[in-house]
């Protein structure tokens, strides 16, 4: 069974950046999409941004586009999530999945990380 660690997670000021990390154990048969979630206390959790393994295509929130920016490195199985300009309301525990299709849903997404908590204040 491949596992998903996130790292990268922290506290900053508004403003400030922090860039996330995925890495995948291996890589996980027939999924080709890997994404981005977040989920705030008592919100439910909601897509950040999704790249496509081959190829790299990407997919943005609105609440992100421009500030975020989604990359993976393929020989290292790893994803990454570069987060510039963050605000008090991008206060979550972030968390990278992957799924076998092109889609913002978090329920198509099959494989879960444990989550890395960003906290911006300020």
């Known amino acids: 069974q491949v596992q998903l660690a996130e790292s990268g997670g922290g506290s900053v000021q508004d403003g400030g950046s922090l860039r996330l990390s995925c890495a995948a154990s291996?890589?996980?048969?027939?999924?080709?999409?890997m994404g981005w979630f977040r989920q705030a206390p008592g919100k439910e959790r909601e897509f950040v941004a999704l790249i496509r393994w081959h190829g790299g295509s990407s997919l943005y929130a609105d609440s992100v586009k421009g500030r975020f920016t989604i990359s993976r490195d393929n020989p290292k199985n790893i994803m990454y999530l570069q987060m510039n300009n963050l605000k008090p309301e991008d206060t979550a525990v972030y968390y990278c999945a992957w799924a076998s299709k092109y889609t913002n849903n978090p329920a198509a997404y099959d494989l879960w990380g444990q989550g890395t908590q960003v906290t911006v204040a300020s």
């Open positions: 291996g890589r996980p048969y027939s999924r080709t999409v």
